[in-house]
């Protein structure tokens, strides 16, 4: 449905984002994921044809430029701040961009707007704007949407309502590319990460294949941990002890198994550790600025 | 193009600062009934309008535009439309469109305080300066529309320009306030340039009663067709110029 391919945006003569290349296919969620400043909003911005840029991006196989936006016809975006006019109602708001009232009426429906969505927008609270943002970026049955920090200012409820939503648009064929620090919610949603850091893609995966070559350790518990530990020393296995069990790399866990069945120690537990989605993706991206502060 | 225009129509009139211009603009006429006598010339002026609609055009004008920036609207405004220019033109031509209602509303307005404060005197066909006295009316009015253009485009230029609606406001009030002055002074100041100066944007705002007043072309130091014309190639100079800013403003 999107495809990026090579784009370099510039502000001045600066290069801000430096050939960067993805890909969203129909029906994918794309988590883009990194800190503040490395480009994310300026790729979202560049894909709406908000920026000059270097490079190709095509929506739904139709090129996008600064100056043609056809292929944008069938595409919803909330970045930044949800788009809205203070003076006009919810529904006003809605109008401005539905071509089709029924869908705009299930959209205000599903996202429980109906109480306020006649009332003006002046009066919402962040939550009721960032949920209108939302619908007006869903309206139309879009092939394609984006959405910055979609959960900002989201109560619990509405961020599983929009979590949800997001997930049902997916299974109709919708693409989407997602912002977002929560990184939690973000991984409840996603199919494929995109990790960008000072205007780069440092990787472009699918979030199984992310989570399997990240989660590399396991946890080890034996009948007897100070016994495995002199075994695996004099194997040379490295491993790091905690209070009651061992984390050793996935890439030992046979030769462990195996060194512990010919000491006849009974294995009781071995497990890939569930490591926690956000901090992998701060140690990619502080082993990212070491390798930049080496060179 | 039809749907920028019902978009931008659309908003304009949910926006309510039309209304509230025109409020203003009906209040300071009756402010000028109050504050002044009745004479033939309040009359030919639309008691004061002629002044206050550029004021009002200009702050309508630069708060139009400024709340897309404001309320982050400009980024679905953009990139909804492949076209620049429909944009920008939609808007031009709303706030325009407004300075003609607003024109034609002071018109009434001045026949209506007439006919209820001053019913039996002035009559609307008697002469004064040059012309009967409802042409004089009509003539500064449309020496109003002709520098409505000036001001929507220097009001759009400037919001591009400042990004400060205050800023335009006050440059707005300084044009009415000061720069017909000003523009006197320039040109009393340097009379050696005054083949050049005469052209100085400020020297339009003359227009308003110089086609009923001939003896302000002494002031001006253009005739009314020069005077027509700058207006008319000033405006398109600074729509232009606003609209290159629009194109080149980052979102």
């Known amino acids: ?295 | 193009m039809r749907t920028s225009l019902k978009e931008e129509i659309f908003k304009f009139y949910h926006q309510k600062i039309a209304l509230y211009g025109l409020v203003t603009m009906l209040l300071l006429m009756i402010y000028s009934v109050l504050t002044k006598n009745i004479t033939k010339s309040m009359l030919a002026v639309g008691f004061g309008s002629i002044e206050w609609i550029p004021i009002i055009l200009i702050a309508v004008g630069s708060a139009f535009f400024a709340m897309e920036y404001t309320n982050n609207t400009i980024i679905m405004l953009m990139y909804k439309h492949s076209s620049k220019i429909k944009i920008y033109l939609a808007k031009f031509l709303v706030v325009v469109i407004y300075g003609l209602i607003l024109t034609v509303v002071a018109i009434l307005f001045t026949l209506v305080l007439k006919l209820l404060l001053v019913p039996g005197e002035f009559s609307w066909s008697a002469n004064f300066q040059e012309h009967a006295l409802w042409v004089d009316l009509l003539l500064n009015m449309a020496g109003v529309v002709i520098y409505s253009l000036f001001i929507v485009g220097l009001s759009f230029m400037l919001i591009m320009l400042v990004k400060v609606n205050a800023v335009v406001i006050c440059v707005g009030l300084s044009l009415a306030f000061f720069g017909a002055s000003f523009s006197s002074g320039l040109m009393t100041a340097l009379p050696s340039l005054i083949g050049l100066t005469k052209w100085n944007p400020l020297s339009l705002i003359f227009i308003s009663q110089q086609l009923t007043r001939s003896s302000i072309s002494l002031k001006s130091n253009l005739t009314d067709v020069q005077l027509v014309v700058a207006t008319i190639i000033y405006s398109i100079f600074f729509a232009v110029l606003g609209y290159y800013l629009f194109k080149h403003r980052r979102v």
Not at chain 1, 67 to 91: Q, S
Not at chain 1, 167 to 187: C, D, M, N, R
Not at chain 1, 196 to 211: D, H, L, V, Y
């Open chain 1, 1 to 295: 449905m999107l495809k990026v391919k090579d784009i370099d945006v510039f502000i001045g003569h600066k290069k801000i984002i430096k050939d960067v290349s993805f890909q969203v296919p129909a029906g994918a969620i794309v988590g883009l994921v990194g800190p503040n400043g490395a480009g994310k909003t300026t790729i979202m911005k560049t894909i709406l044809g908000l920026t000059k840029f270097k490079g190709n991006i095509l929506v739904a196989n139709q090129t996008v430029t600064e100056n043609n936006h056809l292929a944008l016809a069938n595409v919803g975006a909330l970045i930044e701040h949800p788009a809205i006019y203070p003076f006009l109602t919810g529904l006003q708001n809605l109008e401005l961009y539905a071509r089709d009232k029924g869908d705009m009426v299930q959209l205000t429906s599903t996202l429980e707007m109906d109480s306020y969505i006649n009332t003006k927008a002046k009066g919402y609270s962040l939550g009721m704007k960032q949920k209108l943002g939302i619908a007006i970026a869903l309206l139309n049955q879009p092939q394609l949407v984006i959405l910055d920090e979609p959960m900002n200012g989201l109560d619990i409820e509405a961020t599983i309502s929009v979590r949800k939503l997001i997930k049902h648009y997916a299974e109709q064929g919708t693409a989407f590319l997602i912002s977002s620090h929560v990184l939690s919610e973000l991984q409840k949603v996603m199919n494929q990460v995109v990790l960008i850091n000072a205007g780069k893609i440092i990787i472009n995966q699918s979030t199984a294949e992310f989570n399997r070559v990240s989660r590399q350790n396991y946890k080890v518990i034996t009948e007897d941990n100070p016994c495995a530990m002199q075994i695996l020393q004099k194997q040379k296995i490295s491993f790091t002890p905690k209070d009651d069990y061992l984390v050793v790399r996935q890439k030992d866990i046979f030769t462990i198994q195996d060194e512990l069945f010919k000491n006849r120690l009974h294995l009781q537990e071995m497990l890939p550790l569930e490591a926690n989605f956000e901090n992998i993706i701060v140690n990619i991206l502080d082993r990212e600025r070491g390798k930049n502060d080496a060179h």
